[in-house]
């Protein structure tokens, strides 16, 4: 199972044999055809005649032979990426390697070009029942069927097997009789004639779910005479110390360690942006489909990861999400999770709702947003999800849901991850309705034009009667789905809630300090409607809920002076850190001074929502929900698992 499909470069293997004339006649066309297309992209550099190098920004080059560049240029590949130019001549050279790199920069192809340039050229025996050479294991079978294919789509002349749970024994079965040269996986088979094992997200294959089994595997192929080992590929974007000190035992004296993260601080990768979204978990679905529709749109590709198999099922039917979706986990049986798979690539539905079947190593192309719904319990698991999106040099953005009591989880993988996750409020109807209009208008074109002239009489009539510009935008919102919007608050995304903020002058020292204000100019009774008042950065001002239908109300009742001026926020301001934590003056959100209205209320030492320590659940009026006061006993890790 393989991880990223990308570039690679800077290498010098021995100078090719002679071809013979059958084959330089047909590296002869290609030429015309690989420059002709070169020229085309403005990259007539990169793939050069005769020696046909791929070049790599500005490194040197990399010499491989006519008949590998053909394919590798076909995949789109024209230059290489720093870990294939790092590793080509370390794996091609048979040393053993392990290599770390970030997500979406072509760990794949730093095995797989330089092990297939070298079989090629040693001249496999294409003997039938001959035994692999190639190993390559993986911790997923999704994974194994697109490093298989990788392979393939590289590779002409060599035997590609690939061997997962849940697929017919027979084609395997034959496989073995046919006779191997690169195997993806595993089954019973001669492994004695290995030369080279490749494990792929290796610090998920020798965890400890994994590390009987890769045993049990390697066995037959590492003997104790360390000189007779096969070459050892390990590659991963999170590789623990703990893994280097298990991999010794396969390993021999000297290997060559490859780390293009090193001790940076930023473990993710670079092309993603990551952001936060404060939201109860009632009310992250509807959230959730919002969130798609600004970022994603009805046009692009989504991946939502879920901790658990019932809630993939449970959101991927969820009617807040407008755009086709699909759910990936590994109670599917294996077909469907292959044909799920490959109908998300082709782009047969736009949201595909999963668990961490996908999260490592799938390389699909143009992800526009990963969404992941709550902080995951490890740092790599974020890592590897966030890096589904921001591939092979694009751009992409990584959200990630989470409540108020999951704060220090959240300060916790960005501590780890090397990141800052920008805090931001929910999308906003501006937003949604900016969003949907465009999608709206990208169905228009896809209307054909054989098709106007049916409806043009009925176009004309419903201009008479409402004019143009009404006519059509009713027409443009009908299309986009968005004629009901609703209000939600950008503190903690709650329904029906819309979130103003009152900026001051000077520095506040206390809460007290703005409902004296709020109340001098609105009322005593203002206080039942205000929620979860929090001080904005530098105590500069506050922000609060109030029920959206007391908007209209609360601005005509408010004069701005000169000290202090009242805004409905369009988007999150930044708040008081301490007020993020669950510590701090009666926590966030204790600006709400009563039960009533539907608020959170929290008091000194309470966690947010009201949490009152270890053990105790949250009260929510407005619900009218009280959930176990005292009967939680879980875990942390369990208490989120919902």
Request: charged share 25%; glycine share 8%.
């Amino acid at each position: 199972q393989l991880e990223d499909q990308e570039e690679k470069e800077d290498c010098e293997p021995p100078a090719p044999k002679k071809k013979k004339k059958k084959d330089q006649l047909a590296a002869d066309q290609v030429n015309g055809q690989i420059d002709e297309a070169a020229d085309m992209n403005g990259n007539s550099n990169d793939v050069e005649t005769p020696k046909k190098k791929i070049k790599k920004n500005t490194e040197g080059d990399t010499e491989v032979s006519a008949v590998l560049v053909v394919p590798i240029f076909t995949r789109g590949v024209t230059y290489l990426f720093d870990i294939q130019v790092k590793t080509f001549n370390h794996v091609y050279d048979g040393e053993d390697v392990i290599a770390q790199a970030r997500t979406g920069t072509g760990k794949t192809f730093s095995f797989a070009i330089p092990l297939v340039e070298k079989l090629q050229k040693d001249s496999v025996e294409m003997t039938r029942g001959r035994a692999p050479q190639v190993l390559v294991l993986t911790p997923t079978r999704e994974l194994a069927i697109q490093v298989a294919k990788d392979f393939k789509d590289i590779s002409k002349r060599l035997a590609i097997a690939c061997f997962y749970g849940g697929s017919s024994y027979n084609p395997q079965i034959n496989a073995i009789r046919n006779g191997i040269d690169i195997l993806i996986q595993n089954h019973k088979l001669d492994l004695s004639k290995v030369k080279h094992v490749v494990l792929d997200e290796v610090d998920q294959m020798l965890d400890m779910g994994f590390a009987a089994q890769v045993a049990e595997i390697l066995a037959s192929s590492y003997k104790n005479n360390s000189d007779s080992k096969p070459q050892t590929l390990l590659f991963s974007a999170t590789c623990p110390p703990w893994v280097y000190e298990v991999a010794k035992k396969y390993m021999k004296p000297g290997c060559k360690h490859v780390d293009l993260i090193g001790k940076k601080t930023q473990k993710t990768a670079t092309t993603v942006e990551h952001l936060a979204i404060a939201c109860h978990w009632s009310q992250r679905a509807a959230v959730i489909g919002d969130v798609i529709q600004v970022y994603s749109g009805s046009h692009g590709r989504t991946i939502v990861f879920c901790e658990t198999k019932k809630e993939a099922n449970k959101l991927s039917m969820n009617a807040s999400i407008k755009q086709s979706a699909q759910s990936l986990h590994g109670d599917i049986p294996q077909k469907r999770r292959e044909l799920t798979l490959k109908g998300f690539r082709n782009g047969a539905f736009e949201v595909l709702v999963a668990t961490n079947v996908a999260a490592r190593g799938l390389d699909i192309p143009e992800v526009d947003l990963v969404v992941q719904c709550s902080p995951p319990k490890d740092v790599e698991s974020y890592i590897h999800r966030s890096g589904r999106t921001g591939r092979a040099g694009r751009t992409g953005v990584c959200i990630c849901f989470y409540q108020r009591k999951e704060e220090d989880q959240l300060r916790y993988v960005e501590n780890k991850a090397g990141i800052t996750f920008r805090r931001v409020g929910v999308p906003t109807a501006n937003e949604i309705i900016k969003s949907s209009s465009k999608d709206a208008v990208r169905f228009l074109d896809s209307v054909p034009v054989t098709a106007i002239g049916y409806f043009r009489a009925s176009a004309e009539k419903l201009i008479e009667e409402r004019g143009a510009v009404d006519a059509l935008a009713a027409a443009l919102a009908h299309i986009s789905g968005a004629t009901s919007l609703e209000q939600r608050s950008l503190l903690n995304s709650d329904a029906g809630y819309t979130t103003m903020q009152l900026v001051c002058s000077q520095e506040m020292h206390n809460l007290g300090y703005a409902w004296r204000t709020i109340k001098e100019h609105l009322g005593e009774q203002i206080e039942n409607h205000i929620h979860r008042m929090t001080f904005l950065k530098d105590r500069t001002g506050v922000c609060f809920d109030v029920p959206a239908d007391k908007v209209k109300e609360i601005q005509e009742n408010w004069k701005d002076g000169r000290r202090w001026q009242l805004t409905v926020a369009t988007e999150l301001p930044e708040l008081e850190e301490k007020q993020l934590s669950n510590r701090g003056d009666r926590g966030f959100g204790s600006g709400n001074r009563s039960d009533r209205g539907g608020g959170f209320r929290g008091g000194r030492g309470r966690n947010f929502g009201g949490n009152r320590g270890h053990g105790n659940g949250f009260r929510n009026s407005s619900g009218g929900h009280s959930n176990n006061r005292g009967g939680h006993k879980r875990s942390f890790s369990q208490a989120f698992d919902y």
